[in-house]
């Protein structure tokens, strides 16, 4: 088992930025790719951006170029630092981990996620 704990979440104005960060516990060892999703009050949880065991990072049209994915693995830690944030960035993001080589962007392909962190962006 793998456990997952967000932290970072706010209120923020537009053009702002945010750092989420999302510490693993558990079984932690092995290659496990690491994902971010969001979800908006009424919509569907959507993929973000996720990072391959390697370091290989993947993003969603909507925030390429302004949100990036990292790793630290000596903390076993990821985290997902957003610039020029917009209004329709805000929802709950969670973190989530599958023990495969390259992230996915369905939900269904995950088998860990975090509680989930609430993002805000006021115009």
């Known amino acids: 088992q793998v456990q997952l704990v967000e932290s970072g979440g706010g209120l923020v104005q537009a053009g702002g930025s945010l750092r989420l960060s999302c510490a693993a516990s558990?079984?932690?060892?092995?290659?496990?790719?690491m994902g971010w999703f969001r979800q908006a009050p009424g919509k569907e949880r959507e993929f973000v951006a996720g990072i391959s065991w390697s370091g290989i990072t993947y993003y969603a049209a909507s925030v390429e170029g302004r949100f990036t994915i990292s790793t630290d693995n000596a903390k076993n830690t990821v985290y997902l630092q957003m610039n020029s944030l917009k209004p329709e960035d805000t929802g709950v993001y969670y973190c989530?981990?599958?023990?495969?080589?390259?992230?996915?962007?369905?939900?269904?392909?995950?088998?860990?996620w975090g509680q989930g962190t609430q993002v805000t962006v006021s115009s």
């Open positions: 558990g079984r932690t060892f092995g290659r496990y790719a």
């Open positions: 989530t981990a599958d023990q495969r080589d390259y992230p996915s962007r369905r939900t269904y392909e995950y088998a860990y």
